[in-house]
RNA sequence: GCGGGCGUGGCGGAAUUGGUAGACGCGCUGGAUUUAGGUUCCAGUGGGCUAGCCCGUGAAGGUUCGAGUCCUUUCGCCCGCACCA
């Protein structure tokens, strides 16, 4: 029998070091391929190695670590992994800086990053670790290039790019972030330059469409996706360029991109980017050329950051030569102008200030005509024009473009349909032009071709050679991997492309001499897929094999900041189908359930940082209170997907509780009866009560758990924990219940112990003499019947007003009810009319009296 | 401008389908133990007053016997995208 004096002292560090050591010599953590028992696949984003692990990452894995383990105690074979995206620029910038090799430098902080990790008590599977840097692994990331460039989704391209003059490197369009270089906050400049792409273009519509089915996905997530790919249905429409006397139609078209081909009626310009070839074809030798040189230039040394912005002032060139409205056969004057984009649509676009704001503002700032076209029903100029075919009023009064739903006017055969995104009108004009080959339904997608080169030594080599005879050629799979160098000299500024025994080879296909490709590739294409790779880590023939990737994909519970969301999780997607249309898969999602935890900041909610000093690194809290400690701190305080703020006390109320439940469990512990079997009818009073509660606090924590709602399942288990102390304290030794003192301090171990393992295991095999693991062991079964009580509480509302409360058995029909409430408040109902009773079983009754 | 989300005590936050608002914890107040501090334990803790009633989930309406929850309007905050035609 355990009384105060007995209990031993909690020591976490002692624990936990102890535990950590047997999960590791028993392999309690590894995922069989082979289990009979359902899959489930819990994964948090890998970290970059830039150093030791922080509290993002330490709250990140706590909540996946959770989740694997009280996984494994439903009765699921877990694969529960982790590794390392190790190649990236922080390396190379710390080899320059200290003169260490980048890869000593990356595997020496993957080093100290797994012991934290096993520090914190992590249940990984670490025989299926993987590291993007080694050539293992990054091979297959060569291998799945070359399938694609057979396929045609790998290809090269000359055309304007990002280059960032800090990082030395082009970057993605998902890369460049307000405007700014995502990694190093840089303004990156357009260069126009030969870079590698994957087509992920290609996936765009099934991307979107996939979007709609990710029910575990957040929305705003979900919804920045939408953003990014960014579709638009609209109209191709093809102006006719005029002749140098601007009336006289050529056989040059122009097309037009326009969602809104309605308005076409109210078009009087025609507007093309400063960087179109063809606007400087038609101005080159005219008297416009000049200013059009000028424009270019300001643009060219605006940033792109300076240049977003709806309210910017609009800067534009006329070049002197016209096109011809299809429909009216109007001349409209060609301009140039800053706000038009070269790689959006056609990169021409018809202007029309009544319908379009930036239009507007164009026409107002170079006094061209803006005649209305559409109008809503309380608009006098409907009435006036609702039946007008020609262009009667050349000019409107307004201050602001129209861009709602209205009903055209002045505009041909049109006028008096309705207009605007989606509407009759445009069906009507897009059908009419397709009938005359004047035009045609199209989709435009904001999305843009994956850039993936990055002119860096510490990526993956992209693996093409490049051969004056043959041209791009790719590298034979048998000569994978192309293994990157380990003997550059970075300190000395020494690239890849400098780096002859890197670089000399001979073609495969002439073999001839020939150059190897020595641009890298994205670091974003190694995390796009290590999620696959973890279902087959060791496999030297494929990436991955299909039964492996078929037994554990997709992942079921992903988890990861919410700076992804484009980025990697787009990405991601798009490899996943590449994967699938290679037969390499069956599944087309590779994420299930997405959760987004929030971020930790600090005590006064400010970004923790190094820079501004106020980073709380994990040690500061595994020293004095041990991981368990931290894991519950950090799963109690918030939801995860809230952001928090590191409190102090909060974490030393974590560690009271923690010692608390451990003297209940050892004092229960000391009354159990393991010789008996629980005999629930045979209870007193206080200890039914406290079964019962058990089992209402048991389902509500179980609930909890299989919502990832960490916060409310501990307070579940506080709640048992106060009960059953409480329960302890009061009720004499000689007459507790012995079985069931044995059977709630297992159930308290064992529903906190996916939260803090090591008490866990520790209570299960020193208070409660278990010889096998925690996690052997099935989550325990709760009642609901068992949590009902025979008496329950209701209360009694006049007209929706609490007024009293009776106590009635569980199962009171309907007129016990009545009647116990009318007795409850009975003074309160004297000369009252009772109208109406409503009763709800369990809860109240409500007496509706005047 | 477009899209997503959020407003509940001093604080973090609870509240399946509309059914006792504020669970659990932090903090605070009082008490016990202690030489003291800390620890632990007990009691209390939304606001108001005339002390058993009134008011209370950003605000205002509505539906309902009953609204934090549903509907309408409105205010405030956060996040993402943005000269995308």
Redesign the pocket.
């Known amino acids: 029998m355990a009384d105060e004096k007995t209990i031993p002292a909690y020591d976490a560090e002692a624990i936990e070091t102890k535990w950590q050591r047997i999960w590791e010599s028993e392999d309690t953590f590894k995922a069989r391929d082979d289990s009979a028992r359902p899959k489930k696949y819990v994964l948090e984003m890998f970290p970059y190695p830039s150093g030791d692990l922080h509290m993002g990452h330490a709250r990140n894995y706590t909540i996946g670590d959770a989740m694997a383990r009280q996984a494994r105690m439903r009765g699921f074979e877990v694969l529960h992994p982790m590794g390392f995206d190790a190649f990236g620029l922080p390396a190379e910038n710390a080899a320059i800086k200290h003169g260490v090799p980048a890869g000593a430098w990356t595997y020496a902080n993957m080093d100290t990053a797994i012991k934290t990790m096993k520090r914190m008590g992590f249940s990984y599977d670490y025989d299926r670790l993987v590291r993007t840097c080694d050539p293992e692994y990054y091979m297959w990331g060569q291998w799945a290039f070359l399938k694609m460039w057979e396929k045609g989704l790998a290809y090269r391209a000359t055309s304007p790019v990002n280059w960032c003059p800090s990082c030395n490197t082009v970057l993605a369009n998902e890369q460049v972030?307000?405007?700014r270089c995502w990694r190093c906050g840089s303004v990156p400049e357009k260069r126009e330059l030969s870079q590698w792409y994957l087509k992920i273009t290609d996936y765009a519509q099934e991307l979107l469409d996939g979007i709609d089915a990710l029910d575990g996905w957040?929305?705003?997530v979900?919804?920045?996706q939408?953003?990014?790919i960014?579709r638009?249905e609209?109209a191709e429409i093809d102006f006719a360029l005029a002749d140098e006397d601007g009336v006289t139609p050529t056989d040059r078209l122009i097309t037009?991109?326009?969602?809104?081909p309605d308005t076409i009626y109210g078009t009087t310009f025609f507007?093309l980017?400063p960087e179109s070839a063809l606007a400087a074809e038609l101005v080159a030798g005219t008297p416009a050329e000049s200013a059009y040189l000028e424009l270019k230039r300001s643009v060219e040394q605006v940033s792109?950051v300076d240049?977003?912005?709806?309210g910017?002032?609009?800067?534009g060139v006329f070049t002197g030569r016209y096109v011809i409205n299809p429909l009216t056969g109007r001349p409209l004057p060609i301009w140039v102008a800053?706000?038009?984009?070269?790689?959006?649509?056609?990169?021409?676009?018809?202007g029309?200030p009544c319908g379009?704001q930036?239009?507007f503002?164009f026409a107002r700032t170079f006094g061209l005509p803006i005649p209305p076209i559409i109008a809503q029903r309380d608009d006098p100029l409907y009435e006036q024009l609702k039946d007008v075919q020609d262009m009667v009023v050349a000019e409107v009064d307004w201050d602001h473009a129209m861009d709602a739903e209205g009903y055209l006017i002045q505009s041909g055969p049109f006028t008096g349909l309705l207009g605007g995104k989606h509407s009759p009108a445009v069906d009507a004009i897009i059908e009419y032009l397709s009938e005359r080959g004047l035009g045609r339904k199209t989709v435009?997608f904001?999305l843009r071709d994956w850039l993936i080169s990055r002119q860096r030594y510490w990526g993956n080599p992209i693996p093409m050679i490049h051969c004056d005879c043959c041209g791009d050629v790719p590298v034979p799979y048998d000569q994978l991997p192309v293994l990157l160098p380990e003997a550059l000299d970075l300190g000395a500024g020494e690239t890849l492309a400098e780096y002859a025994p890197f670089y000399e080879t001979t073609c495969p296909a002439c073999g001839r001499p020939a150059r190897r490709i020595t641009d890298t590739m994205d670091t974003f294409t190694c995390s796009s897929w290590y999620y696959l790779r973890y279902c087959d880590p060791r496999n030297d023939e494929l990436p991955f094999s299909k039964d492996a990737a078929d037994r554990w994909m997709p992942v079921d519970n992903y988890i990861g900041g919410?700076e992804h969301?484009?980025l990697h999780l787009l990405y991601s997607r798009f490899w996943t189908k590449v994967m699938r249309d290679l037969g390499m898969i069956d599944c087309d999602e590779p994420f299930e359930n997405l959760l987004c935890q929030?971020m930790v900041k600090d005590a006064n909610g400010g970004t923790m940082s190094k820079s501004r000093g106020n980073v709380v690194p994990p040690s500061s809290v595994i020293e004095p209170y041990g991981a368990d400690t931290m894991r519950l701190a950090i799963l109690?305080?918030?939801?995860t997907e809230?952001?928090?703020?590191w409190?102090e006390?909060?974490v030393?109320?974590?560690n009271?509780?923690i010692?608390?439940a451990w003297?209940t469990v050892w004092g229960l512990a000391g009354s159990a009866d393991g010789a008996r079997e629980l005999d629930v009818p045979s209870l007193d009073a206080v200890s039914a009560e406290l079964w019962r509660r058990l089992n209402e606090l048991g389902?509500?924590c179980t609930?909890?758990f299989d919502r990832g709602?960490f916060?409310?399942a501990?307070?579940a288990v506080?709640?048992l924990v106060?009960d059953a102390?409480?329960y302890v304290?009061d009720v004499p030794a000689e007459r507790r219940d012995g079985a069931l003192c044995a059977r709630v301090a297992h159930d308290i171990v064992a529903m906190l112990s996916p939260i803090c393992p090591h008490w866990g295991e520790e209570l299960f095999h020193e208070a409660l003499g278990a010889t096998a693991s925690l996690y052997d062991e099935p989550w325990p079964a709760f009642d609901a019947e068992q949590a009902k009580s025979s008496m329950?509480?209701?209360?009694v509302?006049i007209?929706?007003?609490?007024r009293g409360?009776a106590m009635v058995a569980v199962d009171a029909t309907d007129g016990e009810l009545e009647e116990a409430a009318k007795a409850a408040v009975a003074a309160?109902l004297v000369g009252k009319d009772i109208k109406?009773i409503?009763t709800?079983p369990g809860?109240?009754v409500?007496i509706?009296a005047v």
């Open positions: 972030v307000d405007g957040p929305e705003r979900k919804a920045m939408r953003n990014w960014g638009s609209g037009v991109f326009t969602t809104r507007l980017p792109s240049r977003q912005g709806s910017r002032e609009k800067h800053d706000y038009i984009l070269l790689d959006y649509g056609t990169g021409a676009v018809m029309v379009d930036r239009d503002e435009q904001r919410i969301a484009i929030g109690f305080i918030a939801p809230k952001d928090f703020n409190d006390e909060a030393a109320g974590a009271r509780f010692k608390r003297r389902l509500k609930a909890d709602q916060n409310t501990i307070s506080m709640e106060n102390s409480k304290q329950v509480e209701i209360v509302q007209k929706g007003k609490v409360r309160q109406k409503i709800v809860r109240l409500n509706v």
